[in-house]
C-alpha cells in the first residue's frame, strides 16, 4: 500500500530536455510517469524505454483506438516496449483484440471510460445518448467482461466503478487536484485523499506537481496525503 507506487506524475511537457530535467529534479520520489501525445510525438516513446530501462514504471497514455488488426499490432509491439500501462478507447472489439494482443506480457491495460475534461454537453454534442455517469459505468462493465486490467475514469465515478470491476482491477484517476488548487481545463475533479477513498487505486497528477515551484516538494505533499489514507 505505498503511495510512490500509485501516484503517477503527467509528464504533460513540450520536450525531451524538460522532461528529463523534471525526471531528475523529481529523483527517487517519484517512481512512476505517464507519457501522453505531447511527449510522445517529440521523442518521447524513445524517452519512454529509457525510463523503463531505469527502473521507473512508464504508463503510456496513447488511447488507442483502431480496427482489431490495427489495434492489436499497436499492441504487440508495445507490450516488448517494457511499458506498465497502457490506455485504449473502452470500445469492446478494440479491449478485446488488445487483451488477446498483451497475452502473456505485463502489460496492463487500461480502458478510458469518460475523459474527465468531458461533461454532459460535451457528450451530447458529441453525439452519445448516456450521461457521464451513466456511460463511465456501461464501459466498466464491457472492459470487465473483456479481460482488461483496469480503467480509466474520473474520480467521482471511482466508488460506482470499484462496485462493478470489483477489487482487483486498477481503477486510475486523472483531473486530480489538490485542495486549492486551479482546476484548469478539468470539469470533474477530486482531491488525491478523497480519490483513495472512492476507490482509485492510481492518480494521475500533472499540472499541480510540474507546474508548481518546487515540483518536488508538491509531489511529496500529495504523497503524504495520500500515505495518510492508505
Known amino acids: 500500500m505505498n503511495a510512490r507506487n500509485r501516484l503517477i506524475v503527467g509528464l504533460d511537457i513540450p520536450n525531451i530536455s524538460e522532461a528529463e530535467k523534471m525526471v531528475a529534479t523529481l ?10 501525445y505531447q511527449l510522445a510525438f517529440a521523442g518521447g516513446l524513445e524517452f519512454a524505454r529509457d525510463l523503463a530501462k531505469d527502473g521507473k514504471q512508464v504508463f503510456l497514455d496513447m488511447k488507442l483506438l483502431d480496427i482489431d488488426n490495427t489495434v492489436a499490432k499497436g499492441v504487440e509491439n508495445i507490450a516488448k516496449m517494457g511499458m506498465t ?5 473502452a470500445y469492446p472489439k478494440a479491449m478485446r ?4 494482443a498483451a497475452r502473456g506480457s505485463s502489460l496492463c491495460l487500461l480502458a478510458v471510460t469518460v475523459l474527465t475534461s468531458m461533461d454532459e454537453t460535451d457528450l451530447v454534442d458529441a453525439g452519445y445518448e448516456y450521461d457521464p ?33 470489483g477489487p482487483d482491477m486498477a481503477l486510475v484517476t486523472p483531473g486530480i487536484r489538490p485542495a486549492g488548487s486551479d482546476a484548469g481545463d ?4 477530486m482531491t488525491p485523499g478523497d480519490a483513495l477513498k472512492a476507490g ?6 500533472a ?9 518536488k516538494a508538491a509531489a511529496e505533499a500529495i504523497l503524504a496525503e495520500m500515505q495518510a489514507v492508505l
Request: hydrophobic share 45%.
Open 27 to 36: 529523483g527517487d520520489t517519484i517512481s512512476f510517469y505517464k507519457i501522453g
Open 85 to 89: 500501462m497502457l490506455t485504449l478507447h
Open 97 to 100: 483484440a488488445a487483451v488477446e
Open 133 to 165: 455517469h451513466t456511460l463511465v459505468l456501461r464501459r466498466a462493465e464491457q472492459a470487465l467482461a473483456a479481460g482488461m486490467g483496469g480503467i480509466v475514469c474520473s474520480a467521482e465515478e471511482s466508488a460506482a466503478v470499484r462496485k462493478i470491476i
Open 186 to 189: 478539468q470539469k470533474r475533479v
Open 200 to 205: 482509485s487505486s492510481h492518480l494521475v497528477v
Open 207 to 215: 499540472r499541480p506537481i510540474v507546474k508548481a515551484e518546487d515540483p
